[in-house]
């Protein structure tokens, strides 16, 4: 019954590592997102895909690169992972572009 | 640029009533929208407004003046569940949403 699932809740991994992020919603929704939530808590839009097209790609390493097979997935990979990438990931999707998002629980990523 | 500013912690009694303003300048607005986050969870939707006036939803309520880029939450008969952050976000006029940091808020009984 889960709107907006993502998996895993929790990533632990080293310095260097490529580790991935999915993403999936029931919602029927057209659009879908990630954003970053870094330790001061400050919620930034990373990517925006509309029914699989790339809408919004703000500035983002290329180390991160998004993926939507369908409408209703967008997984996030990260190449070369970094100490600053250390955050709360949340995808989320809405209705229409900039409209009322749900977002999934979130994934805490640490780097070691 | 962009800017939104939240206070960064309030405090309030249960059963109280509490303001959490926000203020923003920005390149273009096309809305505003509060979300509520409680600490390690999602954040979830409460209001959105784009016209000025106040929109009602049982305790919550939001208020927009688009003219002196400035809104508020009002949140009514505190409850202890209300201890949450409260997040003001500005929706561009590329429909992407700039959020602010957040404003504490802590429930006491």
């Known amino acids: 019954d889960t709107a907006v699932s993502q998996t895993p809740k929790y990533l632990v991994t080293q310095m260097g590592n490529d580790k991935s992020i999915k993403c999936e919603q029931n919602l029927g929704h057209d659009t879908m997102y990630w954003y970053k939530q870094d330790s001061k808590k400050f919620l930034k839009i990373m990517f925006s895909y509309n029914n699989k097209e790339l809408i919004i790609n703000e500035t983002v390493p290329n180390r991160f690169s998004p993926k939507s097979p369908d409408k209703a997935h967008l997984n996030l990979h990260i190449n070369s992972l970094e100490l600053g990438d250390s955050a709360v990931y949340f995808c989320?999707?809405?209705?229409?572009?900039?409209?009322?998002?749900?977002f999934g629980q979130g994934t805490r990523l640490t780097v070691v | 640029g962009q800017n939104i500013d939240q206070p960064t912690e309030m405090t309030a009694t249960e059963g109280a009533i509490v303001q959490i303003n926000c203020t923003y300048q920005?390149?273009?607005?096309?809305?505003l929208f509060w979300y509520q986050q409680h600490a390690g969870e999602a954040p979830t939707f409460l209001s959105y407004n784009v016209l000025d006036g106040l929109e009602e939803k049982g305790r919550f309520s939001s208020f927009l003046s688009r003219s002196k880029g400035y809104s508020y939450l009002l949140l009514k008969e505190l409850q202890m569940k209300d201890s949450a952050s409260y997040l003001c976000?500005?929706?561009?006029?590329?429909?992407?949403?700039?959020f602010g940091a957040g404003t504490r808020l802590a429930v006491h009984p």
């Open positions: 976000a500005v929706r561009d006029p590329g429909d992407k949403l700039i």
């Open positions: 920005t390149s273009g607005f096309n809305g």
């Open positions: 989320a999707s809405s209705q229409d572009l900039g409209g009322e998002a749900f």
